[in-house]
């Protein structure tokens, strides 16, 4: 049985309760659409930004009580983590940044934010910025590196160097704020091995915290057109687990481990099938790993 830090387990340690996280669309795009990178975002990347199930288009107010309302008869605490999930969340001039995130902190039933972001998409003004805000009310940084293999990162489109996210991941640690990576497992011509060398890089680096994700098929995604053709083989689940565990052993123990895999959304979902289903995908994953509160 391998072990891990949980975020649940992390979050109530900090709180003294459970905490929800809040997904909002905070109206931002990204380099790779808007047209300084590329136009097509990454072949994997749905059309709202990876962020199919966060609020958007409406006042930030209005799409956090629409997020609460999802999760609101669980959460009787009634603390809450603000996610900035959709697209590109740095990506835009520090004045629009800071109020944007200057109401997020001023909620009250917000207790720390999550802002999901690139690593090219963080000038030193921001992270300056993002520091000032962490003295009100912690917060943490999620970088979107997806994989080691630069051949692979082309493959993708995710539009920088693997030289960027160390100089990120550096800048925010000496900033004091904490960083979470997000990598993904099954990218095509990608092997177990490779996935594991990702998440050990991450490891190493000193990545506070780190998110793992099965490859999606999502429709309207250039992914999508890439299975059609016969390029991209879906893992089964007992492959996807085999390959989770194995990167998940190669972690510090010390990190926190904030997601093990994802589910797109249904109505999108081409393939895998399996993930669809996500409690016995989470079940399937008990069998082999578990958070260290529950080590006996």
């Not at 740095?90 to 109401?103: D, G, K, N, Q």
């Not at 160390?166 to 092997?191: C, Q, S, W, Y």
């Not at 990545?207 to 999502?218: A, M, N, V």
């Not at 904030?258 to 895998?272: Q, S, W, Y």
Request: aromatic share 8%.
């Amino acid at each position: 049985m391998i072990y891990y830090n949980s975020l649940n387990d992390e979050l109530k340690k900090r709180f003294g309760c459970k905490v929800y996280k809040l997904s909002v669309d905070g109206g931002f795009t990204c380099p790779n659409r808007d047209g300084k990178i590329d136009t097509g975002g990454c072949i994997f990347c749905s059309g709202r930004g990876s962020g199919d199930f966060a609020p958007a288009g409406c006042s930030l107010r209005e799409k956090v009580n629409r997020a609460k309302a999802l999760v609101e008869s669980k959460n009787k605490g009634g603390k809450y983590i603000l996610y900035f999930q959709s697209f590109t969340n740095t990506y835009a001039p520090v004045s629009m940044l800071r109020e944007i995130f200057e109401e997020a902190v001023s909620l009250p039933e917000i207790f720390g934010l999550a802002i999901a972001t690139m690593p090219d998409c963080l000038e030193q003004e921001k992270i300056e910025l993002l520091s000032e805000l962490n003295a009100v009310k912690p917060l943490w940084v999620e970088l979107g590196l997806q994989t080691v293999n630069e051949h692979t990162a082309k493959y993708i489109r995710r539009g920088y160097p693997l030289s960027v996210y160390d100089d990120a991941v550096r800048r925010l640690k000496v900033a004091n704020i904490e960083t979470v990576t997000h990598m993904i497992i099954g990218l095509p011509e990608e092997t177990a091995d490779d996935a594991v060398k990702t998440a050990k890089y991450i490891s190493d680096i000193g990545s506070d915290g780190i998110k793992l994700q099965l490859l999606h098929i999502l429709k309207g995604t250039d992914l999508a057109g890439e299975y059609d053709r016969g390029n991209v083989l879906p893992l089964s689940l007992s492959e996807y687990i085999d390959i989770l565990e194995a990167c998940v052993s190669v972690l510090r123990d010390d990190i926190i481990v904030h997601r093990l895999t994802g589910d797109g959304a249904k109505r999108d979902l081409i393939a895998p099938a399996w993930s669809g289903d996500k409690k016995r995908v989470l079940n399937e994953i008990r069998k082999r790993m578990l958070p260290r509160s529950e080590m006996k």
